[in-house]
Structure formats: C-alpha cells, structure tokens
C-alpha cells in the first residue's frame, strides 16, 4: 500500500509509479488520498468558483473535445467578447451566490494585445468587488502575463488536458511544448497557476497517470488542477466517446490529491452527469474545489439548488475568500454561514 508522506511535495514521479498509485486496492487508494487531504486542509471545505464565457466560439483551434472549435460542427451561437459591465454584472451575481473566484474564460488560440487590455479592465473590475479572478485565454507570451499580473490578475488556467503521448490525437493545432511554455511564463511572472485535465476521451489509465505527472513534475505544483470530465458534444470529433467507468475517475482525483498534497483539486466539468454518490466519493477522494453556477462555458453545469442541497447533505461548507498575503494553500479557513441575502456570506 503506498502511503503517502504527507510533508514531502515531490517533483519526480515516474509514469510507473504513478500507474501503480492509480491501480492500488481502491480502498488503500481513497486512504491514502483521504491522508494527504486532511494532512493539508479542512475536510470538509470546499473552494467554490463561478465560470463566465467572456469570448464564445469561432476558434481557430481544433481541441477534439470542444464546442467552440469553428472546425467543428457542434451547435453553438457566437459571440463577441462581452462588454465590461456584463461581465461585472455576473460577477456581482456569482458573489452573491457564495464563489469567492471568478473565471472568464475566451475561445482565443491566444489574446492579442488590444484583447489583453479589454480582460484586465475584467480582471479589475472583479477583483475590486473582492473576488479573486482566473481567465483562460489560451497561449500567452511573458509580457503578458506580466501585463495580466499587473492588473491584479489570481490564476491563469491553461490545462495539459492530457498525456504527452495521448496529445495528438487529441489536438493538432498545438503542441504540448506550447502549453509547457504558457504555463512557464505564468509562474515567471509569478501567477497562480490553474492546470489540469479532461478524463474520458478515450486515454488509457497509463495516460492518466502520465498526464498527473507532468502537471506535478513541473517546478511548482499548479496551486489548482481541474480534473475535467469530458463532456460530450455534439458534432465534436470526441462525441459518442465509450463513458470512463467512474472509479476511474474517483482513482484519477484520489492520485491527484497524493501527488499534488497542497494543492486545490477541481471536481471540474462533468458534475451534471454525475450522481451524487459520485461526487460525494471525489470529494472523499481529496476533491476541494468546484464550479458553482448555471452554465460552464457553452454547457449546463449541475443545478445550483441541487448542489446546495448537497452541500448539506454531505456538510461541506463553502470556503470564504482568501484572505490578502495568504501563502500555502488549505493554511486559512473562515467558517461562514448559509444566508439568504450572501454578501460577505456563502449560501452554498
Ligand atoms: N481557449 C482557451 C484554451 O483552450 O486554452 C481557453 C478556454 S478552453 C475552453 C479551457 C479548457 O476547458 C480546455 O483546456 C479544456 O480542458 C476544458 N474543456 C473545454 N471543453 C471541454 C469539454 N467539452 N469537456 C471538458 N472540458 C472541456
Ligand atoms: C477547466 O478546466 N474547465 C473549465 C475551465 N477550466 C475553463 C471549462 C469547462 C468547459 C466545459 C465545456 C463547456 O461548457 O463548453
Ligand atoms: Fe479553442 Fe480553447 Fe476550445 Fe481549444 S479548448 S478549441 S483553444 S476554445
């Protein structure tokens, strides 16, 4: 049984060693998983962040799991970046709502400089309400993501998506080298990084476990990795993709929380075709994050009712904002109550 030392961050995982975590007895697995976990942060408190699609389709990329490729047939109204004061408006919402992040995310292959100077308006306009902002614009050179961090900008998230071996038949449009390299000039300038995955395209458990180590073989573990299940669209070359078995995917989120033991883990997209037993092992698994709200970014997301309702069932709390000058992740907590009329409250 691996038992995870729970004070070391290790930065040298091999492929092998990563499969035989992922394979482990699932019960050892969720122990281990379970042990890091605690070791680092309150069990039973999750990060909860709200998603906005600042840009929508038209991109010239050719993800075989997205949407918003204007390679691919799926059904989808295009949009111009949103004006500032709607996006403003979201946030405002999403605050309301209980997320201390918000994330904008645009169907760019990469922002020219004009986009830049239009998101960190965004990116100033929402952190001036208190919450911390994540944008996903694709590739980024370094003077922008000095630019970005300027502008007050928490995360960046730009994911692997998946192995360096399984790439390609994935994405053709760029290279796995490109994503390395975003992600370099990111922790250059010294961005938090937001990095992970999509499970289910038809990658292998050893793909899965290549994929966990190059995200924690990289200098710094992202501070949040989402782990994506692949949502199925329509006129994507990825749709009618065979279903993962789910405890493939709990064991992906239990090896995540092992090899990465500080940093926030995303049950990301895919909530809304899960039951909530499901969700409920992910978050035994070391789960601590999730997208709250009623859309991704062109797909539905779980029902904002029904995840309250989890929440309670389950008695997870919603983590407050991050307090300025916090440094090691799961270090501060703030209990906070479910009201009505949120505020300075979370009413997840
Ligand atoms: N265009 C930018 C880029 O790709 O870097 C940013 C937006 S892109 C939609 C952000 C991430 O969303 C992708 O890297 C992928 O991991 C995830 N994603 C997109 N479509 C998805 C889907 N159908 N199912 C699961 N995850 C998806
Ligand atoms: C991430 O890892 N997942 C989010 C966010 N980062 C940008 C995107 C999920 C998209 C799901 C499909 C859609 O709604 O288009
Ligand atoms: Fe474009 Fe991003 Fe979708 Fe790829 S994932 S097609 S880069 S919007």
């Known amino acids: 049984m691996h038992r995870p030392d729970t004070s070391v961050i290790r930065h040298d995982w091999q492929t092998d060693e990563a499969a035989g975590l992922l ?46 490729s204007a390679k691919h047939e799926a059904e989808l109204e295009r949009e111009r970046l949103l004006p500032l004061e709607e996006v403003v408006a979201a946030a405002r919402t999403a605050r309301d709502n209980g997320a201390t992040r918000f994330c904008m995310g645009a169907a760019w292959r990469n922002p020219t400089d004009k986009n830049l100077e239009q998101v960190t308006a965004m990116v100033e306009a929402v952190s001036a309400l208190g919450m911390e902002t ?41 290279t796995y080298r490109d994503r390395l390299e975003t992600l370099e000039h990111v922790r250059t300038v010294g961005l938090k990084t937001c990095s992970g995955g999509i499970l289910g395209m038809g990658e292998s458990r050893r793909d899965r476990a290549s994929m966990l180590c190059q995200l924690a073989n990289l ?59 499901l969700q409920a092992l992910c978050f035994l698994s070391g789960a601590n994050s999730i997208f709250y709200g009623e859309r991704l970014l062109t797909t539905p997301n779980a029902e904002s009712d029904h995840d309250r309702r989890l929440f309670e069932r389950l008695g997870l709390e919603a983590e407050a904002a991050e307090p ?19 505020g300075a409250h979370a009413d997840v």
């Open 324 to 342: 300025e000058g916090r440094e090691a992740p799961g270090a501060c907590h703030k209990t906070i109550t479910a009201t009505a009329d949120a």
């Open 134 to 174: 994540c944008v996903t614009l694709g590739m980024l050179t370094l003077t922008q993501a000095q630019r970005l961090r300027d502008a007050g900008l928490s995360y960046y998230n730009h994911n692997l998506d998946t192995s360096p071996e399984f790439y390609g038949r994935v994405i053709t449009t760029r």
């Open 23 to 68: 394979g482990q007895p699932f019960n050892d697995l969720l122990f281990a998983a379970q042990s890091a976990h605690r070791a680092n942060f309150d069990a039973n408190r999750i990060q909860v962040s709200t998603l906005l699609s600042i840009k929508t389709g038209g991109c010239p990329e050719d993800c075989g799991y997205c949407s918003q």
């Open 219 to 277: 200098p710094a573990h992202p501070e949040s990795v989402p782990i994506n299940l692949l949502v199925q669209v329509e006129g994507t070359p990825l749709f009618g993709t065979d279903a993962l078995d789910p405890f493939e995917f709990v064991r992906t989120v239990a090896a995540a929380r092992v090899m990465m033991p500080r940093s926030y883990v995303r049950l990301s997209a895919g909530r809304s075709e899960m039951t909530d037993e």
